[in-house]
């Protein structure tokens, strides 16, 4: 009897922890560079309830009446797709057409990574430094900070679709600058880390970043200026999710009604 | 008369066990690839019962009949029935559609190494290309474990067959069994087989971009819930009557 009401707790805690993910996505759904997650579960062990059992021939089964204990959560993993492209007037928006992310310098100098390309021009001690809207520096393809020269104008400051900066020389035309954004794939992506204000750090199971730049044989990404990458939640999937979700807890609400019935009518037992 | 108390209690422990089934199929409504399981009731052997010394019939034993004296679960079984495609386009997110299973290579605590069988592909790349479960248990291709190249674009085909940019990798180890009895849950969504398992070719497709839901039916979960508590509450109302004429069997010499 109380295997059967922990079975069913477990089932209502799975279930919560889906509709937290759920509620994330939908929180997030305007977030720029959010990448859609979404919880898995697995079954929980099995005991033995009778070691010996028959068929409905009367044969001998060659396994014990196991019952299961329940469920787990498997993983919570995000989902890598393309975000769709959103317009924006600021010149510093980046969007990323692939498997890429951006590196940003974070707190505490570490490399954190980040699909999010909405940065800024702030004017640092060297010159026009290139930061996300925390103010943390973007890193180029060489890992080291991207800074302009004091005198250029920002807004004229361009980039090709390989991620080269380019400022136009005296007839117009748009020369490299010889800097380049950085773009960093990974081999498990699912694997990252992730931090707060969209950024993911590097952990063992992400594998180490791979710099596009100096990789060969690598599917490169492209990087368009001007647009923002939208987030990949899907509202119509979201929506089924929450129903299935909240039923599913329902559920396992009654489990737990019908066992606690069944426990009451044992105790009325002995009067 | 204590015999039927004994009798109402097997019936009691048996809609229990029962529950405790049907519990374990909702909490698992939504777990990836899981099949619902379902239990028999057996009773148990039947007996011949006797009259004995009894003096209305000249004390010549009488048949009264065969009677059972309580009732065990029969057997446990799962339904494969195909479960529902949830589309997830994940790359790595696999959907068996038709009878088979995805074979992973496991290791237990002691470090023995074993295969074991899941219909939950929900697979993940590790860092070094291989194709893992989201436990990190190597799945199995033809010879071994799958490794695919990192920076390709994966692809399947409905045999199962891995390309990596166009290229064949590998192509997974989909198993079934003759006899699915022979298939023991070891929890974690996989099955290990027992001593006697045959295998033979499996019919399943592989579908990428998909997982297979649950197959638990609800509504019929919930007409299971429903004969078990009344079932457990007749049981019930048998031992307080049983319980009741014994009273009355006890009150009897008392004036």
Same mark, same amino acid.
């Given at each position: 009897m109380l295997r059967s009401l922990w079975t069913a707790a477990s089932g209502m805690n799975a279930q919560q922890t889906n509709v937290d993910t759920i509620a994330n996505n939908l929180a997030n759904i305007n977030t720029t560079g959010y990448k859609a997650e979404s919880a898995e579960f697995k079954s929980l062990l099995y005991q033995n309830l009778q070691s010996k059992t028959t068929s409905a021939n009367g044969a001998n089964k060659p396994v014990s009446a196991q019952v299961g204990l329940g469920?787990?959560?498997? !993983?919570?993993?995000?989902?890598?797709? @393309?975000?769709? &492209?959103? @317009?924006?007037?600021? !010149? !510093?928006? &980046?969007?990323?057409?692939?498997?890429?992310?951006?590196?940003?310098?974070g707190v505490d100098g570490q490399t954190a990574y980040t699909r999010n390309g909405s940065f800024n021009i702030s004017q640092g001690t060297d010159g026009l430094t290139l930061c996300t809207s925390e103010g943390y520096p973007v890193l180029d393809s060489t890992g080291a900070p991207i800074v302009f020269d004091a005198a250029m104008n920002s807004s004229n400051i361009t980039v090709d679709s390989d991620g080269n900066f380019c400022y136009p020389d005296a007839s117009n035309n748009p020369v490299p600058i010889g800097i380049s954004i950085g773009v960093f794939q990974f081999a498990n992506p699912t694997g990252l880390n992730k931090t707060a204000a969209s950024l993911f750090t590097e952990t063992g199971a992400s594998g180490v970043a791979i710099n596009e730049a100096n990789t060969a044989g690598i599917n490169k990404s492209k990087i368009k200026q001007s647009y923002l990458e939208g987030s990949n939640v899907q509202v119509a999937t979201e929506m089924v999710n929450l129903i299935t979700a909240q039923r599913a807890y329902e559920l396992n609400s009654k489990a737990i009604n019908a066992s606690d019935e069944m426990l009451q009518q044992a105790n009325s037992l002995k009067r | 008369m204590v015999k039927g108390l004994y009798t109402a209690y097997t019936g009691l422990i048996n809609q229990q066990n029962r529950l405790d089934v049907v519990t374990n199929n909702l909490a698992n409504a939504t777990t990836t690839g899981y099949k619902k399981e379902g239990t028999t009731s057996q009773s148990f052997d039947s007996l011949m019962?006797?009259?004995?010394?009894?003096?209305?019939?000249?004390?010549?034993?009488?048949?009264?009949?065969?009677?059972?004296?309580?009732?065990?679960?029969?057997?446990?079984?799962?339904?494969?029935?195909?479960?529902?495609?949830?589309?997830?386009?994940?790359?790595?997110?696999?959907?068996? %559609?038709?009878?088979?299973?995805?074979?992973? %290579?496991?290791?237990?605590?002691?470090?023995?190494?074993?295969i074991m069988y899941t219909r939950d592909g929900s697979f993940q790349m590790a860092q070094d290309g291989s194709l893992v479960t989201k436990d990190g248990d190597p799945v199995l291709?033809?010879?071994?474990?799958?490794?695919?190249?990192?920076?390709?674009?994966?692809?399947?085909?409905?045999?199962?067959?891995?390309?990596?940019?166009?290229?064949?990798?590998?192509?997974?180890?989909?198993?079934?069994?003759?006899?699915?009895?022979?298939?023991?849950?070891?929890?974690?969504?996989?099955?290990?087989?027992?001593?006697?398992?045959?295998?033979?070719?499996?019919?399943?497709?592989?579908?990428?971009?998909?997982?297979?839901?649950?197959?638990?039916?609800?509504?019929?979960?919930?007409?299971?819930?429903?004969?078990? %508590?009344?079932?457990?509450? %007749?049981?019930?109302?048998?031992?307080?009557?049983?319980?009741?004429?014994?009273?009355?069997?006890?009150?009897?010499?008392?004036?």
């Open positions: 469920v787990r959560t498997a !993983s919570i993993s995000s989902n890598f797709t @393309q975000g769709s &492209f959103i @317009q924006s007037d600021s !010149s !510093s928006s &980046f969007a990323i057409n692939g498997k890429g992310f951006f590196a940003v310098s | 019962a006797i009259k004995i010394n009894d003096p209305t019939s000249a004390n010549i034993n009488q048949n009264i009949g065969p009677v059972s004296l309580g009732v065990k679960i029969g057997e446990n079984y799962r339904d494969y029935s195909q479960g529902s495609f949830k589309n997830t386009s994940g790359p790595y997110d696999f959907a068996l %559609s038709g009878n088979g299973l995805f074979s992973v %290579s496991f290791t237990n605590k002691a470090g023995e190494e074993s291709g033809q010879d071994g474990p799958i490794v695919l190249p990192t920076d390709a674009t994966i692809s399947t085909d409905e045999t199962g067959e891995i390309y990596a940019d166009g290229q064949y990798i590998d192509k997974f180890a989909i198993t079934d069994f003759e006899d699915n009895n022979y298939l023991e849950q070891y929890g974690e969504n996989m099955y290990k087989a027992v001593d006697g398992a045959t295998k033979k070719d499996a019919t399943a497709t592989v579908m990428q971009g998909y997982l297979e839901m649950s197959n638990v039916n609800v509504v019929s979960e919930m007409v299971q819930m429903i004969t078990i %508590s009344r079932a457990f509450e %007749s049981n019930q109302k048998v031992m307080t009557s049983i319980d009741e004429t014994l009273q009355k069997a006890v009150t009897l010499g008392q004036l």
